[in-house]
């Protein structure tokens, strides 16, 4: 499977904006899409997730409120909705499946190390 994300770039603080993942060359039946992001100096971190077959997120405490992760099976699209962008977003987003969430029915990977493909990333910066 291969992931390529959009929808990154420049923004002022307060507004919105929205990221896609695009999946090709595979299904994402029985996976969990998640969005991580990792700024500079800090770990990469799970910020939403999304369970393909059922929909149901799992969003990181932080960002609750505020971002929105969802799903478009006919096209094979995730996306991230960001509201209310704080500099503290700023981080190079990324995307990446997880084909072995069977018979869950909410995403249970959050880890990294959890995920098997992985889309380049797309930089979001923040300004004030």
């Known amino acids: 499977v291969q992931l390529v994300e959009s929808g990154g770039g420049q923004v002022q603080a307060g507004s919105s904006l929205r990221l896609s993942c695009a999946a090709s060359g595979g299904t994402l039946r029985d996976s969990a899409v998640g969005w991580f992001r990792q700024a500079p100096g800090k770990e990469r971190e799970l910020v939403a997730a999304v369970l393909w077959n059922t929909g149901r997120p799992l969003y990181a405490d932080s960002v609750k409120g505020r971002f929105t992760v969802s799903k478009d099976n006919y096209n094979n699209i995730a996306s991230l909705e960001i509201g209310s962008l704080e500099h503290e977003d700023t981080a190079v987003y990324y995307c990446?499946?997880?084909?072995?969430?069977?018979?869950?029915?909410?995403?249970?990977?959050?880890?990294?190390?959890?995920?098997?493909?992985w889309g380049q990333g797309t930089q979001v910066t923040v300004s004030a």
């Open positions: 990446a499946a997880d084909p072995w969430n069977i018979g869950t029915d909410s995403p249970r990977s959050r880890q990294p190390n959890d995920y098997v493909y």
